[in-house]
């Protein structure tokens, strides 16, 4: 679990908490795209930290990451009922036979956790939801 704070209030209802205990949106403080601001930018909702993994909870994910260096990556967003794949970050939908597998996979948790009411897919691809870190 990444963020147990933004994590308890999901679980109260406030689906789209990602900020840690110290102010910090998670989802951007990795070091793909890190303090990039688009037009709609908003300190408040949006701040990446102090520098890319400046946060213990993305050093964390991120050395987890390395040494599992998984095969796949879902990712679960509270916020849109959605499971992404790769990419968020770009426009683009991964094709052959891994993101057939991991299209199957994400259809799988769909129906096993969110009752088939999530949006799966490609985050920029082809959900159409361009998330920038």
Avoid at 25 to 43: F, I, Q
Avoid at 49 to 60: L, Y
Avoid at 128 to 133: A, I, R
Wanted: with cysteine.
């Amino acid at each position: 679990m990444e963020n147990l704070n933004g994590r308890k209030l999901v679980e109260a209802g406030d689906l789209c908490e990602r900020r840690n205990g110290r102010g910090v949106d998670l989802n951007r403080n990795w070091g793909v795209d890190w303090g990039k601001k688009e037009k709609d930018y908003d300190p408040y909702e949006e701040n990446p930290g102090t520098a890319p993994f400046s946060e213990p909870e993305t050093q964390i994910m991120r050395k987890l990451a390395i040494s599992l260096d998984p095969h796949i990556w879902v990712n679960v967003h509270s916020g849109m009922e959605a499971l992404f794949m790769p990419y968020d970050h770009k426009n683009v939908t991964p094709e052959g036979l891994s993101a057939y597998r991991m299209k199957l996979l994400l259809e799988e948790l769909n129906k096993i956790h969110c009752h088939k009411r999530c949006m799966i897919g490609s985050g920029g691809g082809s959900v159409g939801f361009v998330f920038l870190y």
